[in-house]
């Protein structure tokens, strides 16, 4: 993503233009730009009011497999690999709110190429109610899920969603609603994403499969660039003379 373009549209976007207007006055196509008016909604749902006390964060157990990791305090994740969920990472973030609730954001992230598929909250709930949540969050997960410092979900879900931005993809349009929860995102990412270190995309059910295989060809270039599995009908299973299984 361009940090000028980034800006300008900021700048633009503080003066009350609305995206077609954006568009039009850095010359544009309303689809060009609106990435960047979604960068700018995020960043200011993260800075428009001072962060509630962090009450934990949480992230699946094995959520490093396949991902280059550094070595930093308390970053370390030591599940064995070869598990069927690597490449999906969930993380919970629970802010304090009021003095007896908190206040929890949950995000469902893809780190080897479509970003965060999914966001919840922030919804409001007790300590009791968050402790019934975790165990239903974390359930898809066979070695459950931990406690992990704010620098590393930080570090997991926005820098999943800027390796995305550079493939193609945007963040699900609920994440601007929950990415305040986060904290603030000046950073350059400390993980590699991308299945050892080249984007890997997996197929969800709901997923256009031609779409994102064809975004990934013109962004990285064909197989081997990238690897793919979307197990789909025989009768589907051919783009661009690539089968899209593995």
């Not at 009350?16 to 954006?22: C, F, Y």
């Not at 975790?134 to 590393?152: H, S």
């Amino acid at each position: 993503m361009d940090s000028s373009i980034l800006e300008k549209v900021r700048e633009l976007r503080g003066q009350g233009n609305s995206p077609k207007q954006i568009a039009r006055a850095l010359g544009m196509s309303p689809a060009a730009v609106a990435p960047y008016v979604r960068a700018v909604a995020e960043q200011a749902s993260s800075t428009e009011a001072p962060e509630a006390e962090l009450a934990g964060c949480w992230v699946n157990a094995g959520w490093s497999e396949g991902l280059d990791v550094p070595d930093t305090a308390g970053w370390a994740d030591d599940v064995p690999g070869e598990q069927e969920t690597a490449g999906t990472v969930s993380v919970v973030v629970a802010r304090k709110h009021g003095w007896d609730k908190l206040s929890v954001c949950a995000y469902l992230v893809d780190v080897y190429c479509l970003g965060v598929k999914h966001a919840l909250g922030p919804d409001v709930m007790s300590e009791v109610e968050l402790h019934r949540f975790l165990p239903r969050y974390f359930r898809i997960y066979p070695n459950g899920w931990r406690e992990a410092p704010l620098d590393l979900v930080r570090h997991l879900v926005f820098g999943a969603v800027d390796y995305a931005r550079d493939l193609g993809f945007e963040p699900a349009a609920d994440f601007a609603r929950a990415a305040g929860h986060l904290g603030t995102w000046e950073e350059k990412p400390a993980i590699t994403f991308g299945k050892d270190g080249k984007p890997f995309y997996l197929a969800g059910p709901n997923d256009d499969v031609r779409h994102v295989v064809k975004t990934l060809e013109r962004r990285v270039g064909p197989p081997p660039n990238f690897d793919f599995f979307a197990p789909m009908p025989e009768s589907q299973i051919s783009l661009g003379g690539h089968r899209l299984t593995s």
